[in-house]
């Protein structure tokens, strides 16, 4: 069974910095795509990072794009998400995701096409 484990999560001040971890079954991680969401209290879920692994791309949403970086490694089955200068609204639960996403920026952001799901890691940035 397809399964996704997160860590890293936690309390930090703006301007401060942590990492994620994604542990990956071999199901989960040998789908086409690995992807890292978020959900505030209130809001929908969106789509923060995305790595397609033919190829490697990234995709990253507007908001993060310059603070926020995926990497995946294959040796460990672990996908991470290093966050650079936070902000008090990167604050919600991030989430992992694996699926057969397309090679597209709206497809690989999207909650559509990610059929595996971690429970989430809270980050919390104060001011």
């Known amino acids: 069974q397809a399964q996704l484990v997160e860590s890293g999560g936690g309390s930090v001040q703006a301007g401060g910095s942590l990492r994620l971890s994604c542990a990956a079954s071999a199901d989960a991680f040998s789908l086409r795509c690995m992807a890292w969401f978020r959900q505030a209290p209130g809001k929908d879920r969106e789509g923060v990072a995305a790595h397609y692994r033919y190829g490697g791309y990234t995709y990253y949403a507007d908001s993060v794009k310059g603070r926020f970086t995926i990497s995946r490694d294959n040796a460990k089955n672990t996908v991470y998400l290093q966050m650079d200068t936070l902000k008090p609204e990167d604050t919600a639960m991030y989430y992992c995701?694996?699926?057969?996403?397309?090679?597209?920026?709206?497809?690989?952001?999207?909650?559509?096409?990610?059929?595996?799901w971690g429970q989430g890691t809270q980050v919390t940035v104060s001011s």
């Open positions: 995701a694996a699926g057969p996403c397309d090679k597209d920026y709206a497809s690989a952001l999207g909650t559509y096409y990610y059929n595996v």
